[in-house]
């Protein structure tokens, strides 16, 4: 009996995570972020004069300017906008060099894989030797103070399982190809030097998001993946979603658990200059609870609807443009779920200054008219008109050692 309760002490010691993570309280005036969003816009705007690769995304005028961003890799962290600004990643850290593209153990992963790099305890700023092919095993858990930074070389997470961000603090994912992501197995997997537990089957997300904050996803291409491309659940807020080219997918982003799940009420995500391309049919994004600036994105396509909800979430559309489908039971940008209209009339979704092409439309809803909203909203995102140019350059990018990228 002894050996059998030490058996059982030991095996709870083996699963047991690292540490308790404390999602941090949100901000309390969220309208102060999307002003702080709408100056960075228009401070790009207003140097686009004397800047000749400048763009109006204040984002990319931050850094892609410069032809020695190879050499100043980390000071891509200080370029993030929105909730998930202070998304430091590994910026403080070394840098590690991925020179081998299998993943072979999750348990012991090998230095020089990528999966070695996210479970180490210190920050690191992770970048990739060669163009390569990453089939991941299991999904790949990350540690907290990471960047994954594709920049100079193609990059694919594809054909296995993808990336997860659980319970940890400061992840960048930045220029990476993600696709064809697949549900995990029922298998040990590391998520630190020191800790190793049970994993059960996972969903298949491109980037899964799980009671997380300061999050920052910039550049990267994801589709055909066997749930979300993106989802953000259980807590998970201060995140940016940002410049991604997004195609062929059914359910896009899911921004926030289920209708019961009320701690996601301190969920805030911006979602800014992405492109939501071809092939793609519902949710970008589908939302509860939270607070969600959607600016200056460009939706080209959409089968069911663009941006839906439930559970009594803010939408603030500011500067989209909207292209609907020819099919005439789709031109709906909005999609309110779960909801008879005599509950989802008090929802706060409020449009600013979005574009809308070929019959598209936007169902507001809610008082919405608040001093600090209309003071913000006022403000204005780049035109829409100007959307197609901002997002351009969606998506991963082919960045070039000693020249602008």
């Given at each position: 009996?002894?050996?059998?309760?030490?058996?059982?002490?030991?095996?709870a010691?083996?699963?047991?995570?690292?540490?308790?993570?404390?999602?941090?309280s949100?901000?309390?005036?969220?309208?102060?972020?999307?002003?702080?969003?709408?100056?960075?816009?228009?401070?790009?705007?207003?140097?686009?004069?004397?800047?000749?690769?400048?763009?109006?995304?204040?984002?990319?005028?931050?850094?892609?300017?410069?032809p020695n961003?190879?050499?100043?890799?980390?000071?891509l962290?200080?370029?993030?906008?929105?909730?998930?600004?202070?998304?430091?990643?590994?910026?403080?850290?070394?840098?590690?060099?991925?020179?081998?593209?299998?993943?072979?153990?999750?348990?012991n992963?090998?230095?020089?894989?990528?999966?070695?790099?996210?479970?180490?305890?210190e920050?690191l700023?992770?970048?990739?030797?060669?163009?390569?092919?990453?089939i991941?095993?299991?999904e790949?858990?990350?540690?907290?103070?990471?960047?994954?930074?594709?920049?100079?070389a193609?990059?694919?997470?594809?054909?296995?399982?993808?990336?997860?961000?659980?319970h940890?603090?400061?992840?960048i994912?930045h220029?990476?190809?993600?696709?064809?992501?697949?549900?995990?197995?029922?298998?040990?997997?590391?998520?630190?030097?020191?800790?190793?537990?049970w994993?059960?089957?996972?969903?298949?997300?491109?980037?899964?998001i799980?009671?997380?904050?300061?999050?920052?996803?910039?550049?990267?291409?994801?589709?055909?993946?066997?749930?979300?491309?993106?989802?953000?659940?259980?807590?998970?807020?201060?995140?940016?979603?940002?410049?991604?080219?997004?195609?062929?997918h059914?359910?896009?982003?899911?921004?926030?658990?289920?209708d019961?799940?009320?701690?996601?009420?301190n969920?805030?995500?911006?979602?800014?200059?992405?492109?939501?391309g071809?092939?793609?049919?519902?949710?970008?994004?589908?939302?509860?609870?939270?607070?969600?600036?959607?600016?200056?994105?460009?939706?080209?396509?959409?089968?069911?609807?663009?941006?839906?909800?439930s559970?009594?979430?803010?939408i603030?559309?500011?500067?989209?443009?909207f292209?609907?489908?020819?099919?005439?039971?789709?031109?709906?940008?909005?999609?309110?779920?779960?909801?008879?209209?005599?509950?989802?009339?008090?929802?706060?979704?409020?449009?600013?200054?979005?574009?809308?092409?070929?019959?598209?439309?936007?169902?507001p809803?809610?008082?919405g008219?608040?001093?600090?909203?209309?003071?913000?909203?006022?403000?204005?995102a780049?035109?829409?008109?100007?959307?197609?140019?901002?997002?351009?350059?969606?998506?991963?990018?082919?960045?070039?050692?000693?020249?602008?990228?």
């Amino acid at each position: 009996m002894a050996i059998q309760v030490s058996l059982l002490v030991m095996l709870a010691l083996v699963l047991a995570p690292p540490f308790i993570f404390s999602s941090p309280s949100p901000v309390q005036d969220p309208e102060l972020v999307v002003q702080q969003v709408h100056k960075s816009i228009n401070a790009s705007r207003r140097k686009l004069g004397y800047l000749s690769c400048g763009t109006g995304n204040p984002i990319d005028d931050c850094w892609r300017c410069d032809p020695n961003w190879e050499k100043n890799r980390q000071g891509l962290a200080d370029c993030s906008i929105g909730f998930g600004k202070h998304a430091i990643g590994g910026r403080d850290g070394k840098i590690y060099v991925v020179t081998d593209s299998k993943d072979d153990d999750p348990v012991n992963p090998k230095p020089g894989t990528l999966r070695y790099g996210v479970i180490q305890d210190e920050p690191l700023w992770i970048i990739f030797e060669r163009d390569m092919v990453i089939i991941l095993k299991e999904e790949l858990i990350m540690n907290s103070f990471k960047t994954i930074d594709g920049r100079g070389a193609s990059v694919h997470i594809a054909g296995g399982p993808c990336i997860t961000i659980q319970h940890v603090t400061n992840i960048i994912i930045h220029g990476v190809n993600i696709h064809d992501c697949k549900q995990g197995g029922n298998a040990y997997v590391r998520d630190s030097p020191g800790h190793y537990g049970w994993r059960t089957i996972s969903d298949g997300d491109g980037v899964s998001i799980f009671g997380a904050s300061h999050v920052w996803v910039d550049h990267c291409s994801l589709s055909n993946c066997n749930d979300g491309l993106i989802d953000a659940i259980h807590g998970s807020t201060a995140i940016t979603i940002s410049n991604n080219y997004m195609t062929h997918h059914n359910k896009v982003m899911l921004l926030g658990h289920s209708d019961s799940y009320t701690q996601d009420k301190n969920m805030q995500v911006t979602i800014a200059f992405n492109h939501f391309g071809e092939g793609l049919v519902q949710r970008m994004p589908r939302c509860r609870h939270g607070y969600f600036h959607v600016v200056n994105n460009d939706y080209t396509h959409w089968e069911m609807y663009a941006i839906g909800g439930s559970a009594a979430p803010t939408i603030n559309s500011q500067g989209n443009r909207f292209l609907a489908p020819n099919d005439i039971s789709s031109k709906e940008v909005t999609k309110h779920e779960n909801a008879t209209e005599g509950e989802w009339e008090d929802w706060n979704w409020r449009s600013a200054g979005d574009l809308f092409l070929n019959g598209a439309f936007f169902t507001p809803s809610g008082a919405g008219s608040s001093s600090s909203y209309a003071k913000a909203s006022s403000l204005g995102a780049r035109p829409s008109t100007l959307v197609s140019s901002i997002t351009a350059a969606a998506g991963t990018l082919s960045c070039k050692k000693g020249s602008s990228c």
